[in-house]
């Protein structure tokens, strides 16, 4: 079954440009651009996880955007290394991270669901 992002997941994909695509079956795919390490894994800032939440899972104000680490020199999709914590603030749907060299711009439209 798929999902959908809802709103508050979808303002913060808007605000990191991570545009969403669905692959053949459906499935839902967040497409971050990312950066390469020397030792040729893939990085990139979550757009939903930080360092630290209340217990009410609500970000604290100096939390820091989490970097997702990925083994592997290959573009394509990986299961999100999101905490459980964030799955449940978001409400975040079944969907893998689509790890890219570029992203295009993702516009407001995106903020009503037009994606
Ligand atoms: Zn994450």
Redesign the pocket.
């Known amino acids: 079954m798929v999902g959908v992002f809802h709103e508050k997941a979808l303002i913060a994909l808007h605000r990191y440009n991570c545009p969403i695509s669905q692959d053949e079956s459906g499935n839902l795919m967040v497409n971050v651009a990312v950066k390469r390490t020397i030792n040729n894994d893939l990085v990139f800032t979550?757009p939903?996880?930080v360092s630290k939440r209340k217990k009410n899972l609500n970000p604290y104000a100096n939390a820091k955007s989490?970097i997702?680490i990925h083994g592997g020199s290959c573009y394509g999709t990986r299961t999100?290394?999101?905490?459980l914590e964030?799955y449940k603030f978001y409400n975040l749907p079944r969907f893998e991270f689509n790890l890219v060299e570029n992203v295009n711009y993702v516009s407001s439209d995106y903020l009503k669901g037009n994606y």
């Not at 999100?80 to 905490?83: D, L």
Request: some cysteine; proline content about 10%; charged content about 0%.
């Open positions: 979550c939903f996880c989490v997702h999100p290394h999101c905490s964030t």
